[in-house]
Antibody, heavy 120, light 107 residues
Framework: QITLKESGPTLVKPTQTLTLTCTFS??????????VGWIRQPPGKALQWLAL???????RYSPSLESRLAITQDTSKSQVVLTMTNMDPVDTATYYC????????????WGQGTMVTVSS | DIQMTQSPSTLSASVGDRVTITCRAS??????LAWYQQKPGKAPKLLIY???NLESGVPSRFSGSGSGTEFTLTISSLQPDDFATYYC?????????FGQGTKLEIK
């Protein structure tokens, strides 16, 4: 069974750095063609892709947020970590991690999501 | 950046209806388009990938078509479980973009 689960703080203050962890099982990020991405969704709004890390360590970021994002992997722990700097109330959202396969170029398995509120 | 525009934003329909949702890309994306279904408080669920490929386990009443800049998601006969929000997503130059969503409501 393939699962992903997001974890991290539920509340951060403006200007702080957010660190989210995606812990997954049932697949390996060392397998060719596999990637893990982060997507967020502000309350009542659309999905927004943030970042992706590939099996070979390559990384891609949303151009509009690239300066604030960093994605890393800990293969031994089956985890992918996303950091976002200089948090603002507009970053309040549910943050999802999801698996992407090169055969589909789509996110086929998603975590349950974690809600992050940015407020002082 | 490639922009994805879905229409309509809201769609009212009845059980048994055939419905179509359209997604337009601001430039050609070949067939690199996926469709997702999302219900309130839940993560999105992949329905269609590469424009017309049905994800495993998804009912055959869902179908996708299109290439280039115009794509459609069709539900052949709406079931009560289908009332949800639908998103398209494109892949191009190693970047991803989602549409703004189409909310499918019960008439």
């Amino acid at each position: 069974q393939i699962t992903l689960k997001e974890s991290g703080p539920t509340l951060v203050k403006p200007t702080q750095t957010l660190t989210l962890t995606c812990t997954f099982s049932g697949f390996s990020l060392s397998t060719g063609g596999v990637a893990v991405g982060w997507i967020r969704q502000p309350p009542g709004k659309a999905l927004q892709w943030l970042a992706l890390i590939y099996w070979n360590g390559d990384k891609r970021y949303s151009p509009s947020l690239e300066s604030r994002l960093a994605i890393t992997q800990d293969t031994s722990k089956s985890q992918v970590v996303l950091t976002m700097t200089n948090m603002d109330p507009v970053d309040t959202a549910t943050y999802y991690c999801a698996r992407r396969l090169v055969t589909k170029y789509a996110f086929d398995i998603w975590g349950q999501g974690t809600m992050v509120t940015v407020s002082s | 950046d490639i922009q994805m525009t879905q229409s309509p934003s809201t769609l009212s329909a009845s059980v048994g209806d055939r419905v179509t949702i359209t997604c337009r890309a601001s430039q050609s994306i070949s067939s690199w388009l996926a469709w997702y279904q999302q219900k309130p408080g839940k993560a999105p669920k992949l329905l269609i990938y590469k424009a017309s490929n049905l994800e495993s386990g998804v009912p055959s009443r869902f179908s996708g078509s299109g290439s280039g800049t115009e794509f459609t998601l069709t539900i052949s006969s709406l079931q009560p479980d289908d009332f949800a929000t639908y998103y398209c997503q494109q892949f191009n130059n190693n970047l991803y973009t989602f549409g703004q969503g189409t909310k499918l409501e019960i008439k």
